[in-house]
């Protein structure tokens, strides 16, 4: 099975729409002011749903908001 | 810590409180308590299911008058996922017991060690889904 872990923008993005609150994204899309900082750090992936959902507040495409990185095996790379 | 968070430590609590005690009286064996119709025993699980009642009670008060409004939101997707998490995890630690007070304690427990055992199965997988859920907020917090 393919490694990798999910990676985001979303505090950047929130930089970039205002200094845009937590809470506020949060209750834009349905979600706590604590899932959004689970998500932010990490520790928390979101629904496909909710996520098409952060990318439209910030009226970006899913891909800019949320990246797939790919982790090597380095027994198989060598 | 989210209110959903505080619920579940409140409830951990409660259940320590109440039932803690309870299970260590009942645990040191039978006693001398009358044979029927069991008033005795009776009376003592309704006074610690009222201390409990009691403790969370209080305790939703005191989180609800607490907490400002903009923590007491609905269940999104996350909390939903740790209930679904927790719950699962209690309903086989449920069954576990269930299955070995139904089908094994018949054959050496009678009377009320089958009845306290029942309640301590029903209290563990209560244990349980809130030490998960905790766990689960836990674990999640980004700071």
């Known amino acids: 099975m393919m490694q990798g872990s999910i990676s985001n923008r979303i505090r950047t993005l929130r930089f970039m729409n205002g200094e845009m609150s937590q809470a506020e994204l949060g209750q834009r899309i349905g979600l706590t002011r604590q899932t959004i900082a689970a998500i932010e750090a990490g520790k928390y992936s ?3 749903e909710a996520a098409f959902r952060i990318a439209q507040v910030f009226n970006v495409a899913l891909g800019e908001v949320f990246q797939w990185d790919v982790k090597t095996n380095p027994l198989k790379a060598s | 810590m989210s209110y959903r968070e505080k619920i579940a430590w409140l409830s951990l609590i409660a259940m320590a409180v109440a039932y803690g005690p309870y299970f260590g009286f009942v645990g040191r064996g039978p006693g001398s308590w009358e044979p ?4 005795h025993p009776l009376g003592l699980f309704a006074m610690v299911s009222i201390v409990r009642m009691l403790i969370l009670g209080v305790g939703y008060l005191y989180l609800r008058l607490g907490s400002p409004r903009e923590e007491r939101q609905p269940l ?3 909390d939903r996922a740790i209930e679904h998490r927790s719950i699962t995890a209690a309903y086989y630690v449920l069954m576990a017991g269930m299955i070995l007070v139904g089908c094994f304690m018949p054959f050496s427990s009678a009377g009320w ?3 306290n055992a029942t309640i301590f199965w029903i209290v563990a997988s209560e244990v349980v889904h809130y ?3 905790v766990a689960s907020y836990r674990v999640q917090a980004s700071s």
């Open chain 1, 46 to 48: 979101p629904s496909l």
């Open chain 2, 36 to 39: 029927l119709p069991h008033l």
């Open chain 2, 76 to 78: 999104d997707e996350r």
């Open chain 2, 113 to 115: 060690t089958i009845v």
């Open chain 2, 131 to 133: 030490s998960v859920v």
